[in-house]
């Protein structure tokens, strides 16, 4: 198979891990057959110095053009002062609607090795492995109005929703369970709100398109209790986008190191973008030490979604999974008896558990 892919380095670590992603790709790619060109363009921090913008039109325009994105992260103190559309941050929400990326997945695996590296008990986490599938696009933070009105003393955000948005990340969150377990939880809150039954009714029309998913409703604050407490009974969650945000933070307390999160964003034809779940983190850049999972487990992600290429995307898995619970870790983890590597190390034990794997 042959592929295109755009890769946005951005800032920080960002760009220290996207190499990293780059190199298992390859390593995936040798031992597939596959061809991956890889085409680098700018986003964030650095876009803004050369380019006077967080997301040049030549960064859109590429993306458009490219079979997925591969993004690092974008942001850092250097830039913190900037008036708002200078922002880094710009660029990420920027490329978000460039591309109609409706659908953020966020999967949560927690890893034997890594078990005490949560503040959760070990008997609570043990064995949990979800997919939070995430509304990205509509709902409380970009519905209209969103004001402050009174003088000031009064302010209104609106949480509003179409049939057709929420139909098609309810699709979204069938077909990943298809994927996965079949088993599909729909959160919401249909005892309060009125976006939350018609979300409801859609997910009861939509079962009989997926037969084989069985399907739950569960109310949002009950959910983030059961997160924690019983992580166990989810296997993939579909959620409006505020929700989503809580729940998948949250959910991350689940596998010990924000170094550890994949996530795509997807939409509904076009071109799907895969990012770490933490950011720049300026404290630690350029020291080469920051952990690479997150971003090689992201490109992991773009092979099942974009390429459909499931084989591959469990071989970066399990290489990720062998190496971590072979004791291997970065910095930001904890790990008793194991072995301390930096980025370009745990790449290179991954990458060659995938030759020879
Ligand atoms: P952060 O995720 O960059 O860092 C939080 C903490 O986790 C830091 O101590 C950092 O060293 C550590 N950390 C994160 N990823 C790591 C990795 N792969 N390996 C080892 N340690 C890791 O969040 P923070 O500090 O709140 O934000 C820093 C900058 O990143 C800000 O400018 C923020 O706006 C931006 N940001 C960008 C995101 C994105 O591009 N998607 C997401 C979140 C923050
Ligand atoms: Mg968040």
Same mark, same amino acid.
């Given at each position: ?28 790619? %040798? +031992? ?7 085409? /680098? ?45 200078? &922002? ?8 978000? +609607? ?10 949560? =695996?927690?890893?034997? =090795? ?91 029309? =939509? ?33 409006? %986008? ?5 729940? /998948? ?37 350029? +020291? ?15 092979? &099942? ?53």
């Amino acid at each position: 198979m042959e592929k295109k892919i755009v890769l946005l380095p951005g800032d920080g670590i960002g760009a220290e891990v996207i190499n990293s992603s780059k190199e298992v790709l390859n390593a995936i790619a %040798n +031992k597939f057959g596959h061809s991956f060109q890889f085409e /680098s363009h700018d986003i964030g921090g650095v876009a803004v110095d050369t380019h006077g913008t967080p997301l040049p039109d030549e960064t859109v325009e590429a993306c458009k053009g490219a079979d997925a994105v591969l993004l690092g992260a974008v942001g850092g103190p250097k830039w913190d002062q900037l008036p708002s559309h200078l &922002r880094p941050e710009r660029g990420l929400l920027g490329i978000r +609607k460039a591309l109609d990326l409706f659908a953020n997945l966020r999967p949560v =695996k927690g890893f034997e =090795k890594l078990l005490h590296a949560s503040p959760l008990k070990e008997t609570v986490i043990n064995g949990s492995d979800l997919l939070i599938v995430r509304e990205l696009t509509g709902g409380l933070y970009f519905g209209e109005p969103s004001e402050r009105r009174d003088n000031g003393n009064a302010v209104v955000d609106t949480l509003s929703y179409t049939r057709k948005e929420i139909e098609r990340i309810v699709d979204k969150g069938f077909q990943s369970a298809q994927l996965r377990k079949k088993k599909l939880t729909s959160v919401d809150k249909a005892n309060v709100l009125e976006s939350s039954k018609l979300w409801r009714e859609i997910v009861e029309e =939509k079962k009989a398109d997926y037969p084989d998913v069985e399907v739950d409703h569960v109310l949002v604050d009950a959910a983030a209790m059961k997160l924690i407490t019983n992580p166990d009974q989810f296997d993939v969650i579909v959620t409006e %986008n505020m929700f989503g945000d809580i729940l /998948s933070d949250e959910a991350s307390v689940l596998t010990g190191s924000l170094g550890m999160l994949p996530s795509a964003s997807l939409a509904e034809n076009g071109v799907g973008l895969y990012e770490p779940a933490h950011g720049s983190a300026p404290d630690i850049a350029g +020291k080469g030490i920051a952990n690479p999972i997150a971003m090689i487990l992201s490109a992991a992600l773009m092979l &099942r979604y974009s390429f459909g290429l499931d084989k591959e995307a469990l071989q970066i898995e399990a290489a990720v999974e062998h190496v971590v619970n072979d004791g291997y870790y970065t910095a930001d983890l904890q790990v008793e008896n194991g072995t301390l590597l930096n980025t370009v190390e745990m790449t290179e034990q991954i990458a060659k558990y995938i030759d020879n794997g």
